[in-house]
C-alpha cells in the first residue's frame, strides 16, 4: 500500500479526535535544527466542517485489540487496517512541515498487539523526527492506556504534550462501552505526567538545561452524548481535572454515530453540535471567567439550557447582582457580565485609566452592547432605550444565532413560548423569578467521587 | 504652533522620512493637514500648499528616540507597525499619535476612545492579526531546494513574517513574494534580505513536489467530518482571499 493511501485510512480512523491545538510553549527556532513553537498556537488552515488543521493529526495505526462500542477502530469492525512505518510517518511529518502545511504532528495509535509494543512504536517515529532530523517543532501525542510508566516517561522526554482521552464521563459508561479500559488504566498515565511534569520544574530549577517533560501540559477529550451523563457531571469532572490534574485542556467530541449499537444513538441522529458547543462556552467561564462549575449547573438543574448561552444563564439567575458600574467594577465583577468577554474586559479596564467612559466610549473601544447594556451603567446611567424589564432583557439576550440552532427553530418563526423554562417566567412573574426551573429527563444520582476525582 | 488649512508635507515613503516630517513640523512650528509619499501625491489639488521634506537620518534618529524618552517604549514598537498598516492616511494619524504623546505621556496608549488612538490601534491589531494568519497560510512550493511563496497581503506583513520564518527555518533557503507592495524576503542561512521586487517568474514543478502537494490535499480533505459540514464557519476563519495562494484549493 502507498503512502497515499495510508494517508488517507489512518486519517480518516483519526478525524474524530477533537484536540488539534499546537498552544502551550514557546520555543525559539535554532541552528542545525529545523522548527520552532509558538505559545498561542498557529492554524494552518481550516477543513470544511469548519475545525482548525494545525497538526497532521493521524494514526500510528488503525489496528486494535480493543472492541469500545463508540470507536471506528474497534476491532470487530469491518474496514480496512493498515500502519505507518515509523520513518514513514516521520518523513511526512517533516515534509509537511518544510512547506509550512503544518505546525507539527499529532499521533495517536489504536493498540497493536500490546500497549507497549505500539508505544514503541511511536517513540521510534518520533526519535526519527527530533534526532536524524532535527525537528524542533511541536509534537502532541496520545499516551496508550496501559503502557509501561518507563515508555510515558521516555515520551514525555520527546514530545511537548501528551494527553490520554478519557472519553466516557462515567465509571458505568466506561463499563458499558469500553468493558476492557478500567478508569485505573485511563488515570494512571494522567498521574504520571503531572508527576512528570512537577519533578520536571523542580529539576529546571537546578539544571537550567534539563530536558523539558511535556512543557505543552496534557489534555483529554470527553465524547458527547453516547451516553446519558449529564452536563453536571462532564462539567465537574473537567473542573476536578483542571484543578487535581492541571490538565491545559479538556476537549468534547459530540458523537458521531459511526456504529449501529443498541446501547448507543441511532445512526440517523445528528451529533448533539449545539450541547457541544455550550459545553465549551462552560469550558471557557471555567478556565478563563473564574467561574465554577456548581455556579453553571448543579445536582438540581443538572443540564445547561440550550437555548441561551450559559453566561446569560447565569445572569438571569443573579439579576439582583447587576447592573454594574462600568468606571468602577472590578475585572472579575466585568467578566462576569453577558457580552464582556477577556478582551473586552481588558480594554475596560485599560482606558478607563485615561478618561471616564461613556456608552459611546463602550462602543468605540469594540465593546459589543448588544448583550452588556442591560447589565452596565455608565457613571450611573443605563443606556439610551434600554429598559430593564424581564421581557426585553430577554429579548436582548438571545442572538439570532442562538435561535436559528435551536431544534425547535426550525422553519417556522421562533416565539419565546417555545424557548424551555423561559415560557413559564414571561408570565407576568417578577424579575427574580427568572431563574432556571427544574429540567425533565435525566435524574443524576451525585456521586462523591467520580472517576477517583473528589468533586 | 501654526495650523495651516491647506498645507501638505510630501516625503519618500520611508519611516524616517515619516519621522523628518514630524520634526520639521516641530522646527517650522506648523502643523500640516495631510502627509503623503510622492508616489500618492501625484498633482497637487487646487489651493493645496505642498512642501517636500527631505529625509535626514539624525533628524529621524532624535524624534524615534524622543518617542521612548517621552511617550513609552511600547509606543517606539507601535509607531514601527502602524508605518506597515494598510490605514488610508496612515501618517497623519501617526503623526497626530505622536503630539498627543509628548502632551499626554505614557497614558496616551490607553485612550481608546480617542478617534486617533484608537484607529492606529484597529489598524495595527488588524496587521498583526493578517500576519499571524499568515505564518499559518503561507504555504511554500519547493523548486530544487529552494522554499517559494507567494501572497497577497493587505497590510505590509512582510517584515513581521520574515522574523517568523527566519526563526523557524534558520537553515533553509526561502522566499516569500508580497504581490500587493511588490517586495520580497529571501533567507539564506547566511542572512535575510527584504527587497522590491516587480515580478516573479517560476518554473513547472517537479514530481516530487507533485506527490506532496497531493498528500497535503488528500490529508486537508479526509480530516474533515461530513456530519460536521460547515463552509461558512470554515470562510470566517479562512476568508476567500487566502485561498488562492494555498496548496490544498489549487486544481
Known amino acids: ?455 | 504652533m501654526q495650523n495651516n488649512t491647506n498645507l501638505v508635507y510630501i516625503y519618500d515613503g520611508t519611516l524616517e522620512g515619516f519621522l523628518c516630517c514630524v520634526y520639521e513640523s516641530y522646527v517650522r512650528h506648523e502643523i500640516p493637514v495631510h502627509i503623503r509619499t510622492e508616489h500618492d501625491a501625484g498633482q497637487p489639488l487646487l489651493l493645496e500648499e505642498t512642501e517636500w521634506i527631505r529625509t535626514d537620518m539624525e533628524h529621524a534618529g532624535k524624534i524615534y528616540e524622543s518617542i521612548d524618552r517621552k511617550i513609552a517604549l511600547e509606543a517606539q514598537d507601535f509607531i514601527r507597525e502602524a508605518f506597515l498598516t494598510c490605514l488610508p492616511d496612515k501618517e497623519i494619524f501617526m503623526y497626530r499619535f505622536i503630539r498627543m504623546g509628548y502632551q499626554y505621556g505614557r497614558s496616551v496608549m490607553d485612550r481608546l476612545t480617542d478617534d486617533t488612538v484608537g484607529t492606529l490601534i484597529k489598524a495595527v491589531r488588524n496587521l498583526q492579526r493578517e500576519s499571524h494568519n499568515f505564518m499559518g497560510f503561507v504555504r511554500f512550493t519547493i523548486y530544487d531546494g529552494v522554499m517559494v511563496s507567494c501572497i497577497s497581503p493587505k497590510n505590509r506583513v512582510l517584515p513581521l513574517l520574515s522574523d517568523h520564518f527566519t526563526n523557524r527555518y534558520p537553515d533553509e533557503t526561502f522566499l516569500i513574494y508580497d504581490r500587493t507592495h511588490q517586495m520580497a524576503v529571501v533567507h539564506k542561512p547566511e542572512g535575510t534580505l527584504l527587497t522590491a521586487m516587480h515580478h516573479l517568474s517560476l518554473p513547472p514543478i517537479d514530481d516530487a513536489e507533485k506527490a506532496y502537494h497531493t498528500l497535503w490535499k488528500c490529508f486537508q480533505k479526509t480530516i474533515a467530518i461530513e456530519e460536521r459540514h460547515n463552509p461558512k464557519c470554515q470562510m470566517n476563519h479562512m476568508p476567500k482571499r487566502f485561498w488562492a495562494d494555498m496548496t490544498e484549493f489549487e486544481s
Open chain 1, 1 to 455: 500500500m502507498d503512502v497515499l493511501e495510508k494517508l488517507a485510512i489512518l486519517t480518516d480512523a483519526a478525524k474524530y479526535d477533537v484536540a488539534c491545538t499546537s498552544s502551550g510553549v514557546d520555543r525559539s527556532g535554532q541552528p542545525g535544527k529545523t522548527g520552532s513553537a509558538v505559545a498561542s498556537g498557529i492554524c494552518h488552515s481550516f477543513a470544511a466542517d469548519g475545525r482548525c488543521i494545525s497538526l497532521l493529526k493521524v494514526l500510528m495505526t488503525n489496528q486494535c485489540v480493543y472492541d469500545c462500542k463508540y470507536c471506528v477502530n474497534r476491532t470487530s469492525r469491518d474496514t480496512q487496517r493498515t500502519a505507518f512505518a515509523p520513518r514513514e510517518l516521520a518523513d511526512l511529518t517533516i515534509n509537511f512541515y518544510r512547506r509550512n502545511y503544518i505546525e507539527g504532528l499529532f499521533l495517536s495509535s489504536g493498540v497493536l498487539k500490546s500497549p507497549d509494543y505500539t508505544m514503541e512504536r511511536m517513540i521510534e517515529a518520533i526519535e526519527i523526527l527530533r534526532t536524524e532530523y532535527s525537528f524542533n517543532g511541536y509534537i502532541h501525542v496520545k499516551a496508550i492506556p496501559g503502557a509501561d510508566n518507563s515508555l510515558i516517561q521516555r515520551m514525555g522526554l520527546l514530545v511537548d504534550r501528551m494527553s490520554v482521552n478519557i472519553e466516557l464521563p462515567s465509571e458505568d459508561s466506561l463499563g458499558q462501552l469500553a468493558p476492557q479500559k478500567t478508569p485505573e488504566a485511563i488515570l494512571r498515565p494522567m498521574g504520571l505526567i503531572r508527576a512528570g511534569i512537577e519533578e520536571n520544574k523542580s529539576d529546571l530549577v537546578v539544571y537550567r538545561h534539563a530536558p523539558k517533560f511535556v512543557p505543552a501540559g496534557q489534555s483529554t477529550q470527553l465524547i458527547i452524548g453516547a451516553t446519558p451523563d449529564s452536563d453536571h457531571r462532564i462539567l465537574t469532572l473537567s473542573e476536578g481535572l483542571y484543578k487535581k490534574y492541571n490538565l491545559k485542556r479538556v476537549f468534547f467530541s459530540a458523537y458521531t454515530p459511526i456504529v449501529d449499537d443498541p446501547m448507543l444513538p441511532s445512526l440517523f441522529s445528528a451529533p448533539p453540535l449545539l450541547r457541544e458547543h455550550r459545553l465549551y462556552q462552560a469550558d471557557w467561564l471555567l478556565r478563563f471567567y473564574g467561574f465554577t462549575a456548581n455556579e453553571i449547573v448543579d445536582a438540581k438543574n443538572p443540564n445547561m439550557n440550550l437555548a441561551i448561552d450559559p453566561k446569560c444563564n447565569w445572569a438571569l439567575r443573579h439579576l439582583d447582582q447587576f447592573p454594574i458600574e462600568v468606571s468602577r467594577a472590578s475585572y472579575e465583577r466585568l467578566l462576569r457580565v453577558p457580552g464582556i468577554g477577556v478582551l473586552s474586559a481588558r480594554k475596560i479596564v485599560q482606558a478607563r485609566r485615561a478618561c471616564s467612559l461613556t456608552f459611546e466610549g463602550l462602543r468605540k473601544l469594540g465593546v459589543v452592547l448588544k448583550r452588556a447594556r442591560f447589565f452596565v451603567t455608565c457613571q450611573g446611567k443605563v443606556d439610551e432605550g434600554v429598559v430593564i424589564r424581564p421581557d426585553t432583557v430577554l429579548r436582548g439576550l438571545l442572538s439570532k444565532n442562538d435561535l436559528r440552532m435551536l431544534p425547535a427553530a426550525s422553519g417556522d418563526q421562533m416565539t419565546f413560548l417555545d424557548v424551555p423554562d423561559m415560557a413559564r417566567s414571561l408570565g407576568g412573574m417578577p424579575v427574580n423569578a427568572f431563574g432556571y426551573l427544574p429540567e425533565k429527563g435525566t435524574r443524576e444520582n451525585a456521586k462523591q467521587y467520580e472517576f477517583g476525582i473528589h468533586i
